[in-house]
């Protein structure tokens, strides 16, 4: 099984052209948040019309996973958090959104919201409580902000992930966690696109401008983990040691 992994696409449609032509190779696709961009060129609810239409497009080919992010927001709660509504309504066969889980085989993979305060932190804590009580034997968690602590979320001498979903990690122990939000660690020297928290393996894809997103795929029968961008590949045995390839 071969999982395609991508995150903050900003609204960049030659990526999105590209997730297309890309999805029908692999079993599962994941987009880790931020498929839209505050600051982007159209008006958010041009993007959402737009970004939804990829969508149905890109379940037809393989099943999506969609987490939501910070740019996705379109309404606020009573608590005046962001809350991606319109990714609510874009739920359909294939294409799994904040709050679901699915099996497959033994795995099960959980898609957790954007939280924006005490509000959507509670319903993240709902999720994960209903979801840890399914029975599965690999656990494979979906979560905008990457843990902090961690090389997927360090740039410079900073370190910009999220202290409560690092400690939901060490809590829950999930075998994979996959993130974005934080667009360079994968191109610094001081992070990375992979990293292990406790006994859970963590990757951030990064972002890059062109025509192809930087990505990762896994594959969990070879247990290989393999990032590509401009820069080149890099390529992880999950098992083992990494070993940077060459360019492609």
Same mark, same amino acid.
């Given at each position: 099984?071969?999982?395609?992994?991508?995150?903050?696409?900003?609204?960049?449609?030659?990526?999105?052209?590209?997730? +297309?032509?890309? =999805? $029908?190779?692999?079993?599962?696709?994941?987009?880790?948040?931020?498929?839209? *961009?505050?600051? #982007? /060129?159209?008006?958010?609810?041009?993007?959402?019309?737009?970004?939804?239409?990829?969508?149905?497009?890109?379940?037809?080919?393989?099943?999506?996973?969609?987490?939501?992010?910070?740019?996705?927001?379109?309404?606020?709660?009573?608590?005046? +958090?962001?809350? =991606? $509504?319109?990714?609510?309504?874009?739920?359909?066969?294939?294409?799994?959104? *904040?709050?679901? #889980? /699915?099996?497959?085989?033994?795995?099960?993979?959980?898609?957790?919201?954007?939280?924006?305060?005490?509000?959507?932190?509670?319903?993240?804590?709902?999720?994960?409580?209903?979801?840890?009580?399914?029975?599965?034997?690999?656990?494979?968690?979906?979560?905008? =902000?990457?843990?902090?602590?961690?090389?997927?979320?360090?740039?410079?001498?900073? *370190?910009?992930?999220?202290?409560?979903?690092?400690?939901?990690?060490?809590?829950?122990?999930?075998?994979?966690?996959?993130?974005?939000?934080?667009?360079?660690?994968?191109?610094?020297?001081?992070?990375?696109?992979?990293?292990?928290?406790?006994?859970?393996?963590?990757?951030?894809?990064?972002?890059?401008?062109?025509?192809?997103?930087?990505?990762?795929?896994?594959?969990?029968?070879?247990?290989?983990?393999?990032?590509?961008?401009?820069?080149?590949?890099?390529?992880?045995?999950?098992?083992?040691?990494?070993?940077?390839?060459?360019?492609?």
């Amino acid at each position: 099984m071969k999982i395609l992994v991508v995150a903050d696409l900003h609204y960049s449609l030659p990526q999105f052209d590209w997730l +297309e032509k890309s =999805a $029908e190779e692999v079993d599962l696709l994941i987009i880790a948040g931020d498929l839209l *961009d505050l600051a #982007g /060129f159209a008006d958010l609810d041009t993007q959402i019309v737009v970004v939804r239409k990829y969508l149905e497009r890109l379940r037809a080919k393989t099943r999506v996973f969609v987490c939501s992010g910070n740019h996705d927001g379109d309404v606020r709660n009573e608590g005046d +958090e962001v809350v =991606a $509504e319109w990714l609510q309504k874009a739920r359909r066969e294939n294409l799994f959104v *904040d709050g679901d #889980g /699915f099996d497959f085989g033994k795995g099960r993979i959980t898609v957790l919201p954007w939280w924006d305060g005490p509000i959507t932190q509670g319903q993240m804590l709902e999720i994960l409580d209903r979801e840890t009580a399914e029975s599965k034997t690999c656990w494979f968690l979906i979560h905008h =902000a990457p843990p902090n602590e961690s090389l997927i979320s360090r740039v410079r001498n900073s *370190d910009q992930g999220d202290a409560f979903f690092r400690e939901t990690l060490l809590r829950l122990k999930p075998d994979f966690a996959f993130s974005g939000h934080i667009h360079n660690p994968p191109f610094s020297d001081q992070g990375s696109w992979i990293d292990k928290i406790g006994s859970t393996w963590v990757f951030n894809p990064g972002k890059q401008l062109g025509p192809f997103p930087s990505h990762i795929i896994i594959d969990l029968e070879t247990m290989r983990a393999q990032w590509t961008s401009v820069y080149g590949i890099e390529e992880v045995n999950l098992n083992g040691e990494g070993v940077e390839l060459a360019a492609p």
